[in-house]
């Protein structure tokens, strides 16, 4: 006869410390624990709670510009520098981590419209409507000074000003935007090549991160242009009703874009099936001035002229999350950063903010049970999330008020237009009219 004895090592459960944690042994059969639902739903509610408390995105305001912020651009050489250029012609490059100005990049005569940087992160692009682009040399953020940044290493001067300005990934070729598309090399003085497709000058442009000889361009016709380098042509447009301000491609996934409308509204497309949109963001109650993806590819920022920014997911209608101040005015420019962690909004109050990607999180090194007891509270969250009380606040978010009204109204005027197109088809004969699907309908015709 065998006899089962329960044994115990002393090793499993004596702590070597006196501070270490006591070890706690548990049996998880659901039959022993019936309240275990009931528990955990608590937790989620408390979890929600808490979140919503501790939400303080807001981290602080870098200010030193005399005029509005128009544009910026990340360096991927440093994970916390950016650089910023304002309607004065001033070209700043900060660092996030002080707040703090590193340098000035001094030279342009009129607004600054367009930066970017090399994919070495040691040139800097920046052009304006001066007619001008000239190229700087970047220096450390440890204020090197052997890097002279009151002269520019180059200034190429055109016959028209300048929109926009992106470069190309991993060569020496940048474009920029305006009475058309030119495309420059580092060591030329001349655009090496001229895309036009229309009269109207172009708003935005940007390169492709996964085929760098495809670029995408707006236009102030509200025309939406892709071109190839390789065939030295356009090969497809799209004309929507209202004008597209700003244009970016997924980093993770390089066929999709996202174009930010003057219609308040966002736009995802399949650069392969432009006849209508993946998906509509929206949320905003005025233009939306510009938009940035995550590094992820999971997310993206918009900025917009009601003076808020908010964050999307890329398959997302509604936002998840939206930011404001009271001093905070039109947004004209926004970026992520490197590590996907903060978020930087250029305004028209001359001020740069950095934001918290993630409104809650808890800034700092994170000890182990820290991190768990995070990743369990949100388990539990996305475990009760359709329930509706921890529904109500997780998406419950503090609006202004001419923000909140400006919603209201666009609701209504959107229900009244609903209610006219089905009464229209009500009394239609029947086939003689056929309705567009929402993501079709603002896209008027396609050309290629």
């Excluded at 005029?67 to 910023?84: Q, R």
């Excluded at 190229?135 to 090197?144: G, I, T």
């Excluded at 420059?184 to 229309?198: L, M, V």
């Excluded at 209201?408 to 009244?416: K, S």
Aim: overall charge positive; proline content about 4%; aromatic content about 8%.
């Amino acid at each position: 006869m065998k006899v089962k004895v329960i044994s115990r090592s002393t090793e499993d459960f004596t702590r070597e410390r006196s501070k270490d944690l006591q070890k706690v042994f548990r049996n998880y059969d659901p039959n022993l624990h019936t309240q275990e639902k009931a528990v955990e739903y608590t937790r989620a509610l408390n979890a929600a709670k808490l979140e919503k408390i501790f939400a303080k995105p807001f981290i602080g305001a870098m200010d030193g510009h005399i005029d509005a912020v128009s544009c910026m651009a990340k360096n991927p050489n440093h994970l916390k520098a950016i650089f910023s250029g304002s309607m004065d012609g001033d070209i700043r490059l900060w660092d996030l981590a002080t707040r703090k100005t590193v340098c000035q990049f001094p030279g342009h005569q009129g607004a600054v419209k367009g930066l970017t940087s090399s994919t070495n992160g040691e040139l800097l692009v920046s052009c304006g409507t001066d007619c001008t682009v000239r190229l700087w040399k970047v220096p450390s953020l440890n204020f090197d000074s052997t890097v002279d940044t009151s002269k520019p290493s180059a200034i190429y001067t055109w016959k028209h000003a300048f929109r926009g300005v992106d470069h190309q990934w991993n060569s020496s070729i940048f474009a920029t935007a305006g009475a058309q598309v030119d495309i420059w090399d580092h060591n030329r003085s001349e655009p090496i090549n001229t895309f036009q497709w229309g009269n109207d000058s172009v708003i935005s442009i940007r390169f492709n991160p996964g085929e760098p000889n495809l670029l995408a361009t707006s236009s102030s016709d509200r025309g939406v242009v892709l071109y190839d380098l390789r065939t030295s042509s356009p090969f497809k447009k799209i004309i929507m009703q209202t004008k597209t301000n700003s244009i970016c491609w997924n980093p993770m996934e390089p066929i999709n874009f996202t174009a930010a409308n003057e219609d308040c509204n966002c736009y995802t497309f399949d650069a392969r099936k432009l006849d209508e949109a993946k998906v509509v963001h929206k949320d905003h109650v005025s233009a939306v001035m510009d938009v940035d993806y995550s590094p992820t590819g999971r997310e993206f920022v918009t900025g917009s002229y009601d003076r808020t920014v908010r964050i999307f997911n890329y398959n997302g209608d509604h936002s998840r999350e939206i930011y404001h101040t009271k001093r905070m005015q039109r947004v004209f420019c926004v970026r992520y950063s490197c590590d996907a962690s903060y978020v930087i909004s250029g305004s028209d109050d001359t001020n740069l903010r950095l934001w918290k990607s993630k409104a809650a999180e808890q800034l700092g090194v994170l000890l182990p049970r820290e991190r768990k007891k995070h990743e369990y509270h949100d388990a539990l969250k996305a475990r009760f999330k359709h329930l509706p009380e921890i529904r109500r606040i997780v998406k419950h978010r503090h609006l202004p008020k001419p923000v909140y009204k400006a919603a209201i109204l666009r609701r209504t005027v959107t229900e009244a237009e609903n209610r006219k197109e089905q009464r229209r088809q009500a009394h239609s004969a029947p086939g003689s009219s056929s309705r567009k699907p929402f993501r079709k309908r603002k896209i008027i015709k396609e050309e290629s």
